[in-house]
């Protein structure tokens, strides 16, 4: 079974702080995908990492897939009460099956 | 198009009854999936389909759940009896496999189910 641990599960923090999130499996995963999720919605997909060692940027958010691709980090400069959610990451496993593994979340707070 | 449909928003029922949760999927899209959401689970894929057709049904947690695809443009998840710990906020996703690794998965907004 593959599984995808994210930590840290919760995190609190100021505004215009930095912080980072990580997303780690014992797998190797053909691609891993970012999701943010607010109240009473469902997630929505921020950004897909193909490649080991890829790094995509979106504004103030940096994604990274690790070189084997087996774990992945999302790393937020400046944090602000916008980018309060649930972040959660998910994984293709190899074969294009279609799947997506889900991990647990982390769900991030940002006081203004 | 409108997005992942899903119906009803919220569900409360009693322990011992049906329930039957509904999807509509995008349009064009040939995946379609059903994922069950806790606090102490995180999200979890319970059955998902290609083209109408079940391909993997392993995190359906009994035979006290079911899904159906009739056609492509509807699914249905049915928890048949429900209880107490099915309490929890289904999401139906659907996607276009022919993008790849790049398949992104559209997410409804979820049906909240208590089962008192």
């Known amino acids: 079974t593959q599984l995808l641990k994210q930590s840290p599960q919760f995190l609190s923090i100021q505004e215009g702080e930095n912080l980072t999130v990580y997303c780690n499996s014992s797998?190797?995963?053909?691609?891993l995908q970012w999701y943010r999720q607010e109240p009473g919605e469902g997630p929505v997909l921020l950004v897909t990492?193909?490649?080991?060692?890829e790094v995509k940027k979106l504004k103030r958010l940096t994604f990274q897939f690790g070189d084997a691709r087996k774990d992945s980090s999302l790393h937020i400069t400046a944090a602000q009460p916008g980018d309060t959610g649930l972040y959660l990451c998910a994984g293709a496993p190899p074969g294009n099956t279609g799947k997506l593994i889900f991990g647990q979340g982390t769900t991030l707070q940002v006081k203004p | 198009d409108a997005g992942v449909i899903q119906s009803p928003r919220h569900e409360v029922t009693e322990m011992g009854q049906e329930v039957t949760l509904r999807c509509k999927p995008i349009s064009g899209h040939d995946y379609l999936f059903w994922y069950r959401q806790t606090m102490m689970r995180g999200l979890e894929l319970l059955i998902y389909?290609?083209?109408?057709?079940?391909?993997?049904d392993s995190g359906m947690p009994e035979d006290r759940f079911s899904a159906k695809m009739p056609n492509a443009s509807f699914s249905t998840l049915k928890i048949q009896p429900s209880e107490p710990r099915d309490s929890a906020v289904y999401f139906c996703?659907?996607?276009?496999?022919?993008?790849?690794?790049?398949?992104?998965?559209?997410f409804g907004q979820g049906t909240r189910l208590t089962v008192v």
């Open positions: 990492v193909v490649t080991g060692g």
């Open positions: 797998s190797v995963f053909s691609s």
């Open positions: 996703a659907s996607s276009h496999g022919d993008r790849g690794l790049y398949t992104e998965a559209f």
């Open positions: 389909f290609n083209n109408n057709v079940p391909i993997d």
